[in-house]
């Protein structure tokens, strides 16, 4: 029993004694910290990549005009109409992209304290691959003609009719 009794003395004495409320208030405090930091450097890490993702999207669209510049450079044939849509529904779908992560990537950049890109060199304008409303389309193959109308309609049916012998002259 005399054990008991000095264990639960001991114990007592840990729990109430003054530095155990120091250790446990720094131990709070030091935990607190280390949440802190850790949530400020998961920020940076997604400031970070979205600001990554912003210099991958303006090199690749760099590297995209350069390359259209040198194929309609090269290309003498005019594109069929087709490709007019196809543009203009992807340059709307870049402007809505585009402006809603112009503040994102600005916020960004401030977290990180990376200085704002100065602005890419414009390319000289390049004539379109295909004709707009306003120019006259190039002559090209005639418009096909509608087969002509028979004056005379014609027979659903038609008869056919063949002699075929057997092998022994039966007919």
Not at 70 to 76: N, Q, R, V
Not at 116 to 143: I, L, M, R, W, Y
């Amino acid at each position: 029993m005399d054990t008991i009794k000095d264990q639960a003395n001991l114990v007592s004495q840990l729990l109430f004694s003054a530095d155990t409320g120091d250790i446990y208030r720094k131990t709070l405090a030091r935990t607190w910290d280390i949440l802190r930091e850790v949530g400020v450097l998961l920020w940076l890490i997604i400031c970070l990549t979205f600001v990554g993702g912003e210099w991958f999207y303006r090199t690749a669209v760099g590297l995209g005009r350069s390359t259209r510049t040198w194929y309609i450079g090269l290309s003498e044939k005019d594109t069929s109409a087709d490709a007019q849509p196809i543009t203009s529904t992807g340059q709307a779908l870049l402007d809505t992209v585009q402006s809603s992560t112009s503040y994102l990537l600005a916020q960004a950049r401030q977290q990180l304290g990376i200085p704002e890109p100065e602005p890419q060199p414009t390319a000289p304008p390049v004539a379109p691959p295909f004709p707009t409303p306003d120019e006259p389309t190039p002559s090209g193959p005639p418009a096909p003609v509608e087969p002509p109308t028979p004056a005379e309609p014609l027979s659903p049916v038609a008869t056919v009719s063949a002699q075929v012998e057997d092998e022994d002259g039966l007919v």
